[in-house]
């Protein structure tokens, strides 16, 4: 079975500083990963997805993940936080059902970015 | 391309009401799949479904929820009798088609799947 662990619940940062949102998984078989993003009263976003090709993934407005195995890891981040970033992220792996991609989100990490 | 579309954005009822939430997948896309997030929590799986078929409901609940996915327009989710606890934010996810697994051992390809804005049942 497959599980994802986001390990915090709250992130807080400064604008222009980096940001860290932190992932663990657990998957019988190599994984597909992916972030999504999602601003206030609205839909889902992705971010990025891992499908085991490069381990440094990189995704949209200057976010990246590394997919690390021997960590079962993979975390989010991005260089220099924007206040527009300020939402709810949530790490995702895909599930093994069947054969059909069945999501299994963490409970969301919500960023919040001040001046 | 008009993305996933999904009706009313926003849904009142009173207790033992029936609630009904629309989904129009993607152009082009024949699998729909539906999640609940109740409030402060992630989005949990609830019901796969193929144009015709449900292929997985095993997060559906087994009284008062019902899905449908037809030949011809959208899905629809339909929640009999609500009470207070099925308040929460519906979304509907497209995708274009299942993921071929090449090697047993690994997991299915990542087909990215599309989401709507939700749906959010309130109720009274």
């Known amino acids: 079975a497959q599980s994802v662990t986001q390990l915090d619940s709250h992130v807080s940062v400064s604008e222009g500083t980096p940001v860290l949102l932190r992932c663990n998984y657990s998957?019988?078989?190599?994984?597909?990963l992916f972030w999504y993003v999602q601003h206030p009263n609205k839909g889902l976003q992705l971010l990025l997805k891992y499908t085991s090709a490069a381990t440094l993934v990189k995704g949209i407005n200057g976010f990246e993940a590394e997919f690390k195995k021997s960590e079962t890891s993979f975390h989010l981040t991005k260089p220099s936080a924007h206040m527009s970033d300020a939402a709810e992220y949530f790490c995702v792996v895909s599930g093994h059902a069947r054969g059909y991609n069945k999501l299994i989100f963490g409970a969301g990490t919500r960023l919040a970015v001040h001046p | 391309n008009a993305g996933v579309m999904q009706n009313p954005r926003h849904l009142v009822r009173r207790r033992g009401q029936e609630a009904r939430l629309r989904c129009s997948p993607m152009k082009g896309h024949s699998h729909v799949y539906w999640y609940r997030q109740l409030p402060e929590e992630g989005l949990k799986f609830m019901v796969y479904l193929q144009k015709e078929n449900i292929i997985d409901e095993s997060g559906m609940p087994k009284e008062r929820f019902s899905a449908e996915f037809p030949k011809e327009g959208p899905s629809i989710l339909r929640i009999q009798q609500v009470v207070r606890g099925d308040s929460a934010a519906y979304f509907c996810?497209?995708?274009?088609?299942?993921?071929?697994?090449?090697?047993?051992?690994?997991?299915?390809?990542?087909?990215?799947?599309?989401f709507g804005a939700g749906s959010r049942l309130t109720v009274l």
């Open positions: 996810a497209s995708s274009p088609n299942v993921p071929k697994r090449t090697n047993p051992g690994l997991g299915p390809g990542a087909n990215v799947l599309t």
């Open positions: 998957s019988s078989y190599s994984p597909s």
